[in-house]
């Protein structure tokens, strides 16, 4: 790759890995296909990796690195697992850490990264279309269960957001389009019938009183998996920190269905 | 589920495991999907499933059981992958030893079951929009390498038919919306140009001469992974027997894009 040629992924990425950027990767490189980000050991990797093939909708696997591989060879293969994202979670036990910028430290041989679709990828594309991404947005548990895979198991959790009728209309078509990305919405209309509980959001803030005139809009989150792992309780499991994900230089595009 | 209402599926596979059944799963069923089996030790599954993932356009991996555990339980629960395939090959550190009508003697605890989109699948909307799929078609081995992950690698296996232009054309847009079961072509013309002996073919006899004005067309194709498994040689390895496929419960129209 050419320096003068640099992807402003890459671009991004060496901003973060310098410190230079600290906060959320939403709206950064916008045409570049964002993921999130699970790394836990090789004597779990084989069930997890199950656990995302059965709920594939939430868990889009979109690159596994080899065991304590930190570079993702295919869809950026001049990043660093270890230093590119901004904000890192660590959890040892299930039991949550403090966060951190970089996982150097925590790196083993036995690691295996993950890379998941997010649905980040597909916010310029509803921008784009009309569908205000920044607001009335929530990440939600639902009383659905996910399919098993040993020791992972739990509730779908679900973004949800707040639209008109015609953006719901909009915004189903242009999600279709991203398969890889959790897809077309899993349910419109009464937050209950998905046992979503409006009083417990897991991000976003608390649920504000919905507008007149707008419907509630479900997709399967990639918060789901991570939830997953957390409760299976690993000696150690990481994760990005909440919309600090891992971008990638694979344009969004080519991840749209025509 | 009601035995007065038995799925087609299900009643062909009740046939072939009271041995009344015998031959190619093609053209069974037809509205079904069909899948490629591989089957493997634990120890290896990791790896597979990560071969799998890395070359997703001929590994579509659309179900994988648990450990020791014989039955497809979102795919056609039901069945028992141990007498449901009409035919079934099995290597031993990589050597082919004798096919087999079951491999119930041979199942053990630590076996998992990888289930693969198979191109048979997409066969009957071919036919229904005008391609024919029961001639001139063959599976071949090309120059390209598959992407490795642990012992499993080396090169792509496509299937390859001969189609009028304007076939090409259609069987192109019809095969692309099966995204599960290899999707578009991925060359149209010159065999050298993927590096295709057509000297060798691997399943369907020796390649004839062209009859003019008919063209190459090239999917990837599911025997890449029983290749890239017998040349692993592992202690164990079942798959299939070439168009001896597993028939499952999933409509061929719920895995097609619109």
């Known amino acids: ?42 004597d779990h990797a084989f069930d997890f990796m199950l656990y995302c093939q059965r709920n594939q909708r939430a868990c889009p696997v979109l690159e596994v690195c080899d065991p ?3 570079v993702p060879h295919r869809l950026a293969p001049m990043a660093d697992l270890r230093t590119d994202c901004a904000r ?18 925590l790196w083993r041989d036995d690691l295996v990264a993950f890379l998941i679709g997010s649905g980040i990828t597909f916010d310029d594309a509803l921008d784009r279309a009309g569908v205000q991404t920044d607001r009335h947005r ?24 707040w ?29 209950a019938g998905i046992g979503v509980d409006l009083g417990h959001p897991m991000f976003g803030g608390p649920v504000s009183p919905m507008p007149e005139g707008l419907a509630a809009v479900f997709w399967a989150c990639g918060v789901t998996p991570q939830s997953a792992a957390e409760a299976a309780k690993l000696p150690l499991f ?18 749209m269905l025509p």
């Open 1 to 42: 790759m050419n320096v003068d040629v640099i992807l402003e992924s890459e671009r991004v990425r060496r901003e973060i890995r310098a410190g230079r950027l600290t906060g959320t990767s939403r709206g950064l490189a916008p045409s570049f296909v964002q993921c999130n980000l699970a790394i836990l050991p090789r």
């Open 68 to 70: 304590g591989d930190p």
């Open 88 to 105: 890192y979670s660590v959890f040892v036990d299930g039991v949550r850490q403090g966060d951190r910028t970089d996982i150097k430290d």
């Open 138 to 161: 929530w990440v939600l548990r639902t009383d659905r269960p996910t399919e098993r895979a040993g020791p992972f198991g739990g509730n779908l959790v679900v973004t949800m957001r």
């Open 163 to 191: 639209l008109t009728p015609e953006q719901a209309i909009i915004a189903t078509q242009v999600t279709a389009r991203f398969p890889f990305n959790h897809g077309a919405p899993i349910h419109i209309g009464d937050p």
């Open 238 to 255: 990481i994760t990005h920190a909440a919309a600090h994900s891992f971008i990638t230089d694979l344009p969004a595009h080519k991840l």
